[in-house]
């Protein structure tokens, strides 16, 4: 969106016609609500943006129907000119027309007519630039179908629109609704208002509503339209004095006929214009991110570069895109309802005023008549940035235009630095309400995505801090290595033929994330239905799973009016976190999948593994919609945003961690139950706090092993190199597959076999780097100083002697345990004891040997046991074997 800049932010409400309760869809669901239709429809008009076309940035849902529209805004307009009395100059006719028909024909351009053109409709900026405004009440409306009240002004509004009359569903009287405005009826509407500007004054203003539609009516009966309406109004000589351009520019305006009528394409190429249209640059849209084209090709600087710098009482926050300013002036303490309020267009009454009518048999009614408050009220308030602004007052200027390579950039300075620095440790969902923390971090990161891919690693390294709700849909698409012309790519795939999974998408949109009013709208069916057909076409060799719309669901939402960006994000996350989980036999990957989640529990929490095995309550049972949908089928999209926030940022492991943690919650509730309580417990999940979640998995991540992840199903190896985000995101963003395969690599196993084990194996090189870590320098210790992991050689003394790993103790396997597989008290078992609480690895001759003793710890509660794949004999060739010297 363009920067606020000397414009304002305005608000309007209207309501949307209420349905009856009892009446349902051809689906048997309840009716969509007329302001949830509105709704949806309204999302494409915060796209449109011209210089002529004031900019939409947000609509919000209330009450009984009611609507919130917020709009840049202009308290100056062309009813200033009626109010005073005067009369426009041609040059300012002609300037006038020239930019209304711009920013009309741009809308045509888009699918869209005015219909609501009135002289306060049409704003001035500062420079006297018009700024058209509600263009978009038409179209959001459905032409009118969805409100108790017509789209346009009678003064303005064209003979055809009058002679059609007024519509409404619910009117039986009429048996299909009137044929949608076109184009040419703005033009009308235009030349009304140019015929204003002439005479100074409004038309019809002194003459009931039904005298003006009779009147205009009439004038198809004469040749001079515009003599006719000066006669009328008594300004024959002053339109007889204008300029033969602008009165043949009002005649062909008023022409009646609208077959005879120009659109507003066919008068800017006008000679009428040929003054005029010298004067104005044609509009170019700004490039997008994602695209083949150069973002900055249009950029140039001044030829005094000090022409870029502000002053210190430079209002920096103006200079900001107006969804911006929006979004902190609702974290400021905006209140829309409010300030409607305050204004007096919001009316509250006592519920006794309120009571609706009754009829009696015989047709008489009594009760209230109808509340015209109900009706449109067009007044916009002008929404205060006061507030906002005291809240931003200590933000210094050069917090605007922070230093991308500055180590300290994304702590800005400024008066308040040190209550900033503060806030990065509070809850996520704390400094996402903290209005200055969040306009450091939208500058930050628009300034970063601007410089996309080039500066993909730094857009990284923030995110780990978090992610601005207002950008985390970009920078999702960054996280995900979304680059190129994807609208190209998007727009050649067909998504209108019809497929067989046609009808499974169509009764599994109406059930996914139908609470949230954006999803649930039919745009946003339409929306789904669209990103999921080219998802399954473009991907031949895979199938529609349910599940998959639920996992379009957070791309769609937070890139609601852009589709393409929607589906390439889903399409590089599916075979990242869920490759081949859409075979069409995808048994085999599901279920490996779930026998490596059942490794990493008993991992993690031997306790609560045993139990759950015990009482045969295995993952197949709960977890498959987890990991098929990556929770987004278990929790609420507001939940989502905080858990992919992190997803993304780790390797295709990550989600076993989130598993863990989600159990980890329920820990005492699983530990206390049966197999009955806890099927009762998961069909019902309780809820679960995400942060903390979030925050256990990150421990769980970095506490697990890479290759103790490795599955054979997962997405084969990337191309060698760097994965662009640079080395201090490479070890979290790649998976184990990427690495490079040695003879110290882990070897792949049967289906059969894997799930035979209770523990998983690491690899030798995963034991090797491990071990250096533990042993290097002082950052890599735990708090306490001591190693991360300790390596238990079961073989016995003798072989133990021939060569270990430098520090492994040694518990030969035929002492360790007695017969009951209780370990056995003795110096060997008290030392393994004392490391309680690291990663144990098993390291044994016999792979049998060490599977079973693995499988012992974790029966006496053991957590983070694993082996070593292929056993000692992987470790032989790389020197690394040593020989203990002679115990004292």
Same mark, same amino acid.
């Given at each position: ?21 009892? @009446? ?8 969509? !609500? ?241 003054? @005029? ?134 702590? !800005? ?61 970009? @920078? ?93 994000? $889903? ?17 085999? @990957? ?9 490794? $990493? ?217 007695? !017969? ?69």
């Amino acid at each position: 969106m363009r920067p606020l800049k000397d414009a304002q932010l305005g608000a309007f409400t209207f309501f949307a016609s209420a349905l009856p309760h009892d @009446v349902c869809g051809s689906n048997g669901l309840p009716l969509t !609500p007329n302001s949830i239709k509105i709704l949806g429809r309204f999302q494409i008009l915060k796209t449109v943006t011209h210089p002529r076309l004031c900019q939409y940035v947000d609509i919000s849902r209330g009450k009984h129907e009611r609507l919130i529209v917020v709009a840049e805004h202009f308290e100056s307009s062309l009813s200033d000119f009626q109010k005073q009395g005067i009369k426009a100059s041609s040059e300012k006719v002609l300037q006038v027309a020239y930019e209304l028909l711009e920013g009309l024909d741009f809308m045509n351009k888009h699918g869209m007519v005015h219909r609501a053109l009135s002289a306060h409709n049409v704003l001035m900026d500062c420079k006297g630039n018009v700024k058209l405004a509600k263009f978009g009440l038409y179209h959001m409306t459905d032409h009118g179908a969805d409100v108790d009240f017509p789209i346009g002004y009678p003064s303005y509004l064209a003979p055809e629109v009058i002679a059609q009359g007024s519509f409404h569903p619910s009117d039986s009287s009429h048996d299909e609704a009137p044929l949608p405005s076109g184009p040419k009826t703005d033009v009308w509407s235009l030349g009304v208002l140019l015929f204003e500007l002439c005479a100074g004054r409004r038309l019809l203003q002194n003459i009931e509503i039904s005298e003006r539609l009779k009147f205009i009516l009439t004038l198809g009966c004469m040749d001079d339209i515009v003599t006719v309406l000066a006669e009328e109004h008594g300004c024959l000589d002053a339109i007889k004095e204008l300029p033969e351009n602008v009165l043949e520019l009002l005649r062909k305006c008023l022409t009646f006929l609208p077959s005879k009528r120009p659109t507003p394409a066919e008068l800017l190429g006008d000679p009428i214009f040929n003054g @005029v249209s010298c004067l104005y640059t044609p509009f170019k849209k700004p490039v997008s991110l994602f695209s083949s084209s150069l973002r900055c090709a249009h950029l140039e600087l001044p030829e005094d570069i000090s022409d870029l710098c502000k002053d210190d009482d430079e209002d920096y926050l103006s200079e900001r895109a107006i969804n911006e300013v929006y979004h902190l002036w609702c974290l400021a303490g905006g209140d829309l309802e409010k300030e409607l309020t305050n204004k007096g267009i919001i009316q509250s009454k006592p519920p006794i005023c309120t009571l609706a009518n009754f009829v009696l048999e015989d047709g008489e009614s009594f009760g209230q008549r109808r509340d015209r408050s109900f009706l449109l009220d067009d007044t916009t308030v002008t929404l205060s940035l006061c507030q906002l602004g005291n809240r931003l007052r200590d933000v210094a200027g050069e917090a605007y235009y922070p230093l991308l390579e500055d180590e300290q950039s994304s702590l !800005p300075q400024s008066n308040s630095s040190n209550e900033l620095s503060t806030t990065v440790k509070l809850p996520l969902i704390i400094r996402e309400r903290d209005t200055e923390y969040q306009l450091i971090r939208i500058i930050l990161f628009d300034r970063l995505l601007k410089a996309y891919p080039y500066k993909k690693n730094l857009v990284w390294k923030e995110a780990r801090v978090d992610i601005p709700p207002l950008v985390r849909g970009l @920078v999702w698409a960054a996280l995900l290595g979304i680059e190129g012309d994807i609208q190209a790519k998007y727009e050649s795939t067909d998504k209108d033929t019809p497929i067989p999974t046609d009808r499974q998408i169509e009764v599994d949109i109406p059930r996914c994330h139908q609470y949230d009013e954006l999803l649930s709208s039919p745009q946003g069916h339409i929306k789904f239905r669209r990103v999921l057909k080219a998802w399954v076409v473009s991907h031949p060799d895979l199938v529609y799973w349910q599940g998959l719309d639920s996992l379009c669901a957070p791309f769609l939402y937070l890139n609601f009016n852009n589709e393409a960006l929607a589906y390439a994000c $889903m399409s590089a996350f599916i075979p990242k976190y869920l490759y081949n989980f859409f075979l069409k036999d995808n048994s085999h @990957v599901i279920q490996e999948y779930l026998t490596v989640f059942s490794q $990493m529990i008993a991992f993690h929490d031997p306790e609560l593994s045993n139990h759950l095995n015990e009482i045969g309550f295995i993952p197949d049972l709960y977890a498959i919609p987890w990991f098929l949908t990556m929770f987004t089928h278990v929790f609420p999209l507001h939940k989502i945003f905080h858990l992919w926030d992190t997803l993304l940022l780790g390797n295709s492991s990550f989600p076993f961690c989130i598993g863990v943690a989600i159990l980890q919650q329920l820990r005492d509730r699983l530990l206390a139950n049966g197999f009955n309580e806890c099927i009762l417990l998961f069909s019902d999940l309780p809820e679960i706090d995400i942060e903390r979640c979030v925050r256990e998995s990150i421990n769980l991540f970095c506490w697990t092993p890479k290759s103790a992840t490795y599955r054979q199903h997962a997405q084969p190896p990337k191309a060698a190199g760097d994965n662009g985000f640079g080395k201090a995101a490479s070890y979290y963003t790649s998976d184990y597959q990427d690495m490079p395969k040695t003879d110290l690599s882990r070897d792949p196993l049967a289906l059969c076999d894997l799930k035979a084990e209770v523990s998983p194996r690491i690899s030798a090189e995963d034991l090797i780097d491990l071990c250096e870590l533990s042993l290097s320098g002082p950052g890599k210790r735990t708090r306490a100083g001591k190693p991360k992991i300790v390596a238990v050689d079961i073989r016995n003394l003798e072989d133990f002697n021939r060569g270990h790993i430098s520090g492994s103790i040694n518990i030969p396997f035929s002492t360790a345990f007695g !017969p009951n597989s209780e370990l056995v008290q003795c110096p060997a078992t008290g030392v393994l004891q004392s490391y309680r609480g690291r990663v144990i690895v098993i390291i044994s001759h016999a792979i049998t040997n060490a599977i079973m003793f693995a499988a012992h710890l974790v029966k006496v509660n053991f957590p983070r046991v694993c082996f070593l794949d292929g056993g000692i004999n992987k470790l032989k060739p790389t020197g690394l074997l040593t020989v203990p010297s002679p115990m004292i």
